[in-house]
């Protein structure tokens, strides 16, 4: 049997290898773990303010990446289908995204127009702000999207991948500032997409 870390690090080879071979994409995942990091301090002591950065400024970045700039073709790399790689995501495909983010969008419409429709989701010293309404529902948003992947994946697979689907996506910032740190570099020089030689490297071992 796996051990904790080797599934983790599992994930993460599979999450790089398939879904992010876009230098753009890449340094969109840079300065989203940045903004991520800065929510994860701020969190501490303004929770709200720490989850608008989270979901305006690193979440925004992270799934631009994802949505416009990744290729959707074969993947000639790992040698599977675009549609392959969707059916076997541990995470979020692109699909469970969309419902998400139909639901993200949805809050700072209600936020604004119906600020009453949420005062069932935020306590009482936030009622009446748009900024603090939103961004409490997001707060819930945001745990409850991490909670109920985590609650599928035990179903549908084991505690123990859901437990370390949860932590890589926890600790993605840190990871993703030391992988992908050098691409802004690559993409200013002209390099569009990464040719992945250290994935191909070890396809042939």
């Known amino acids: 049997m796996k051990t904790f870390q080797e599934t983790l690090r599992e994930l993460r080879w599979?999450?790089?290898?398939?879904?992010?071979?876009?230098?753009?994409?890449?340094?969109?995942?840079?300065?989203?773990?940045?903004?991520?990091?800065?929510a994860y301090v701020v969190m501490f002591f303004d929770p709200i303010l720490a989850t608008l950065i989270g979901w305006l400024i690193a979440m925004s970045l992270r799934q631009a990446g994802h949505?416009?700039?990744?290729?959707?073709?074969?993947?000639?790399?790992?040698?599977?289908?675009h549609e392959y790689k969707e059916s076997i995501k541990v995470g979020y495909n692109l699909k469970r995204k969309e419902l998400l983010y139909v639901v993200w969008v949805l809050f700072p419409v209600l936020a604004w127009w119906m600020p009453t429709s949420l005062d069932w989701l935020v306590p009482v010293a936030y009622q009446g702000n748009f900024w603090s309404v939103l961004g409490a529902s997001w707060l819930i948003l945001g745990v409850t999207g991490l909670l109920f992947r985590v609650a599928q994946l035990w179903w549908q697979q084991s505690l123990s991948v859901a437990l370390i689907w949860m932590t890589k996506i926890l600790t993605d910032p840190f990871h993703d500032v030391v992988l992908y740190h050098k691409s802004p570099i690559y993409l200013l020089k002209g390099e569009w997409i990464d040719s992945m030689d250290h994935v191909k490297s070890t396809a042939t071992h």
């Open 67 to 81: 949505f416009f700039f990744e290729p959707k073709g074969f993947d000639q790399v790992n040698q599977v289908t």
């Open 14 to 38: 599979d999450d790089h290898r398939y879904y992010h071979q876009s230098r753009v994409n890449q340094s969109l995942h840079l300065f989203s773990a940045l903004s991520f990091l800065v």
